[in-house]
Structure formats: C-alpha cells, structure tokens
C-alpha cells in the first residue's frame, strides 16, 4: 500500500519553496498559558503519523501531523482560509514543479495557534490554494495541515507511541535519560538532521538524515553524489507516491546493516526513490536521506532541540522485522466520515491482481469484519501481517456484492 508516508513526498517540493521564504522565528513561537511548566496531551495515530488537535484564532479543533520535516506551518486545506476569515494575506506563485505549471498559495503573517495549554500568539504559515496532498484520504481522518519546528523548537517534547501521548515540557526541565540512545543532531533551516550509516553489499555509507516525523516510511534514501543510491539486488521496484511532477518512482529493499550512533539494525526496510523524482526537486540542506516515522515509533523519542540531541529507547526488547504491504494494492480512505476504503492502484503480478480485484473496488468487511468499524491503520497491518496469510475480503463493485481470498506475500 502506498501509505501518508510515501503521499507525504508531495509536501517535499512546496516545502523546498517555503524554505526560502521562512520568517525569522523567535526562539520560542510557543508557551505555555498561565504558569503551567508541564502538560500530557493525547494524540490520534492516523496513517502511522502523530495527529494533534489544533485551533486556529480561537476556531477548531483542526487537525495537523505533528511534522518534524517542516519549518513553516502548512496549512494543506484551503477551506480554513474562509473559514478563518483571513484578510491579511499575500498570494505567491510558485512555478516549474512538473506537470503543474503553476501553484498558488498564501502566505499568512500571523495566526493565534493553541495545541493543548500551550499557545503561540503569531504565528506565520502558507495556505496552499488547492488541496493537492490529499492527506485525509491517506490517513483516515480529515487532516488539515503541518506543524514542526516552531511546536518542537518551543519545548522538549516525549512521545509516547503505544500510550499515544506527550510530554510536553519547557525547555529548562533535564530528562532522565537512562538505557536508551542519545542522538546528536543539528538544526539546519529549522528542521534537525543526524548522521548515520549505511551498508549496502560490501560498501558502508556515510549519511546525512532528516529526521522526519511526518513521513511514514522506515529509511528513505534519496541522494548520493548527484544520483541515486545503488539498488540492492533484492528489490521491489513500485510506485513510492504521486509528486507535484508526477508519480515518484523507486523500489524497496533492505540495507544490510543500518548504523545509527552505534544503533545497529539488519536487513532494515528501505525506500529508495528515483534522484530525479525526488532529491533533484530539493533545494535546501543538502542530505542523503530521511529516517521516518515508521523507524521512530518503534521507540519512546525525546526531541530536545534547545540541547541538539534526539533520545530514542526502545519500546520492546527486539526491534520488529518491519514488513512492506504484502497484498499490492494501494487503498484510500472516502466519505464524510473516511471510512470507506477504495482500492486506488494495484500492482501487478501481486496478490490483490491475482485475485481479480480492482481499481475502484470498495473494501466493506475483511474476514467478515465491516471495514466502517476499522481504521485505514488497522487494514495496512492485516495486509502487511504474515506471509502466506489468507485474507477475506468483502468488495462492492457497481453495486453488486463479490467476495475475493487473497494469500499475502512477502514480496520484499
């Protein structure tokens, strides 16, 4: 399945354009209300992401993906414009991005943004004028924007994956940091990179990381010396996205070894985009790659910008053999409420092609459970749950009821 992961490339060529245009952020966009130091806030786990409830001018609750990869606040639903009554406003043109040959956003000077007890009074961010990501469809809710470093900059921020909440702090607090991994990081036109390595076949690689919560995937290496990184021989060649230009094209594979600060992982699942779909398009801090969301959740993470280090501890004893879509079939979320599931693409030879199913097939109930009681989360890891696994699937295909097996496979 193509997930938000791979459907949050698209945000990686607006993104290149904003950075040039960023204000200057104060050292603390945010604060908190009154005299409180300290807050626990829940959030919704939605497309493998971290969804936070967000008012703008005293109007919500929006939701936005708490996005460490963005400088700039984005808001990707146009309707809030109107709905906010935003009057001062400037309209941007932002051209040579593929097949569209114009974009047009706005940008915003100042907005009162709360997420939980913490509050940022002026806050500045781009309204894109169409909704081109797409993002609720991937996620399963309706989401309406980005929010990263003026959030992460303001505080120390814990996740907490599986207990799905915060810890949001001030920035003079010290976290007790014990049996887990301190990552060095530097903050470079306000997103955070680390360093890391590499081994693919005999060679070992030296890497620059963005370190990249709104992006679902594991490992994603995009860039290495003007071209893309060598393929391992085992791979699935597939369709990573849909960019402003295009679809992204690239494959999935496994890096031999994966070195992050002496954290080592084997046969890590690894994205590998085409150069030209993807980092040709990025033209801000130089890197080889991205580490997402998907690797970050598999750890309870401490983001402390104000100290320059990420802390990752591990939430289970053994880091999970992470499995790619074992079905081949990309499948988004529809209705008022994203709780209808469409078949969106199916690849070929797969096991979703295998069982006659097809583009526009709608997925009502998976081994007779109804699909309305489920979230697009919860069908991503029944189809990427075991080899040879057999799965029920209940389809509506103009208005006529079929029922389809389909025996997932391990393809990566």
Known sequence: MIS????????????????????????????????????????????????????????????????????LMVITDPVLKDSLRLKSFRKIKISGLGEIEELSAYLVPSLKVNIGNTEAKSLGAAILEKDLLNLSQHAGVPIHGLIGYDFFNSFIIKIYYQAKYLIIQQKTFKPKLKNGYKIPITIEQNKPYCQAKAQLLDTIYPLKLIIDSGAGHTLALESLNGYSFPVPNK????????????????????????????????????????????????????????????????????????????????????????????????????????????????????????????????????????????????????????NGRGVLLDVVRDKEHHRKIIELKRRI
Request: glycine share 8%; hydrophobic share 45%.
């Open 4 to 71: 938000i992961l791979n459907v949050r490339l698209l945000v990686i060529f607006i993104l290149a354009f904003f950075s040039f245009i960023e204000p200057n952020f104060a050292d603390e966009a945010f604060g908190f209300k009154g005299k409180r130091k300290k807050e626990q806030l829940f959030f919704i786990k939605a497309g493998g992401l971290i969804v936070v409830k967000t008012y703008i001018n005293q109007k919500g609750p929006f939701n936005f993906i708490l996005d460490s990869g963005v400088g």
């Open 235 to 386: 791979h699935l060649k597939t369709i990573l996205g849909v960019g402003l230009g295009g679809k992204i094209n690239g494959s999935i594979a496994r890096v031999n070894i994966f070195n992050l600060e002496g954290l080592m992982f084997q046969n890590l699942l690894t994205s590998f985009p085409h150069y030209d779909d993807v980092a040709a398009k990025i033209l801000t801090v130089p890197r080889n790659g991205s580490i997402g969301n998907r690797f970050l959740k598999q750890f309870n993470v401490i983001f402390n910008y104000h100290e320059g280090y990420i802390y990752l501890k591990k939430i289970s004893k053994n880091f999970p053999d992470l499995e790619h879509d074992m079905s081949g079939m990309d499948i988004v979320a529809a209705g008022d409420a994203y709780n209808r599931y469409i078949i969106n693409r199916i690849d070929e030879n797969s096991p979703a092609s295998d069982a006659e199913l097809l583009v526009g097939d709608e997925i009502i109930a998976i081994n007779f459970k109804p699909t309305s009681i489920m979230t697009l989360d919860e069908i991503t890891e029944v189809l990427r749950s075991r």
